[in-house]
T-cell receptor
Framework: DAKTTQPTSMDCAEGRAANLPCNHS???????VYWYRQIHSQGPQYIIH???NNETNEMASLIITEDRKSSTLILPHATLRDTAVYYC???????????????FGKGTLLTVNP | EAQVTQNPRYLITVTGKKLTVTCSQN?????MSWYRQDPGLGLRQIYY???????DKGDVPEGYKVSRKEKRNFPLILESPSPNQTSLYFC???????????FGPGTRLTVL
C-alpha cells in the first residue's frame, strides 16, 4: 500500500471549514484514499473514501487531485466535537480475498478552537 | 443499533493469567479484525478473519490467538499475557472489508 504524508497538527476555528491535506505521491491506479478519525482513544471512525472523483457525504468532502498524488478532506463547518486525529489511508479496494488491513500512520491532530 | 461491542473495556491482570477479550458485531459482517494501539506505533493489526472458521495472522500475532466459530463473534485470547501486551485493543468489522470498517470502543489492557 502507498505511503501517506500528513501534517502533524492543525488548528481550526469553530464554524469554519477544516481542510486536511494528505500526500500520497506513490499511489497506484487501483488504490483508494480512505479517511478515518479517532477521537481521543475511542475506536477509529470511518469518514469517507474515493478513487479519483470528488466525494461528499454527510460528514465531509474528499477532493482528490487529478494526478491523484494528493487529497484534501474538508469538514465544512467544524465543531468542537470534530477535534480528533485524522488518518489518511491508501489501500486497494479489493485485495482479492486477502486481508483488508488498514495501515494507520500518525495522522493529523485537528484541534477545533472556540 | 449497528455496532461492534468489546468486553471488558478495562482490564488489569498479572503476567501469565489467561484472558479473553470478546468482540461481537450485530451487522452480519463477514470480515473481522483485531488491532492494538501503542504510543508512537499507531494501530497495528494482530489477526483477522475473512469469515467463519477462516482466520489469519496480521502484523503482530505473537502471543495472541483468535477463533471464529460464529459470524458475529471474534474473541482475542491471550494464553499467557506479558507486560509488553499492555495496550489499547480494538476490534473492527466490515461487510466485506472493501468499504467502511466499524470499530469497537476499545479495551484497555494492563498486564503487571
Amino acid at each position: 500500500d502507498a505511503k501517506t504524508t500528513q501534517p502533524t497538527s492543525m488548528d481550526c476555528a469553530e464554524g469554519r471549514a477544516a481542510n486536511l491535506p494528505c500526500n500520497h505521491s506513490t499511489i497506484s491506479g487501483n488504490e483508494y484514499v480512505y479517511w478515518y478519525r479517532q477521537i481521543h482513544s475511542q475506536g477509529p471512525q470511518y469518514i469517507i473514501h474515493g478513487l479519483k472523483n470528488n466525494e461528499t457525504n454527510e460528514m465531509a468532502s474528499l477532493i482528490i487531485t487529478e494526478d491523484r498524488k494528493s487529497s484534501t478532506l474538508i469538514l465544512p463547518h467544524a465543531t468542537l466535537r470534530d477535534t480528533a486525529v485524522y488518518y489518511c489511508i491508501v489501500r486497494v479496494l479489493n485485495s482479492g480475498g486477502s486481508n483488508y488491513k488498514l495501515t494507520f500512520g500518525k495522522g493529523t491532530l485537528l484541534t477545533v478552537n472556540p | 443499533e449497528a455496532q461492534v461491542t468489546q468486553n471488558p473495556r478495562y482490564l488489569i491482570t498479572v503476567t501469565g493469567k489467561k484472558l479473553t477479550v470478546t468482540c461481537s458485531q450485530n451487522m452480519n459482517h463477514e470480515y473481522m479484525s483485531w488491532y492494538r494501539q501503542d504510543p508512537g506505533l499507531g494501530l497495528r493489526q494482530i489477526y483477522y478473519s475473512m469469515n467463519v472458521e477462516v482466520t489469519d495472522k496480521g502484523d503482530v500475532p505473537e502471543g495472541y490467538k483468535v477463533s471464529r466459530k460464529e459470524k458475529r463473534n471474534f474473541p482475542l485470547i491471550l494464553e499467557s499475557p506479558s507486560p509488553n501486551q499492555t495496550s489499547l485493543y480494538f476490534c473492527a468489522s466490515s461487510f466485506n472489508g472493501r468499504n467502511e470498517q466499524f470499530f469497537g470502543p476499545g479495551t484497555r489492557l494492563t498486564v503487571l
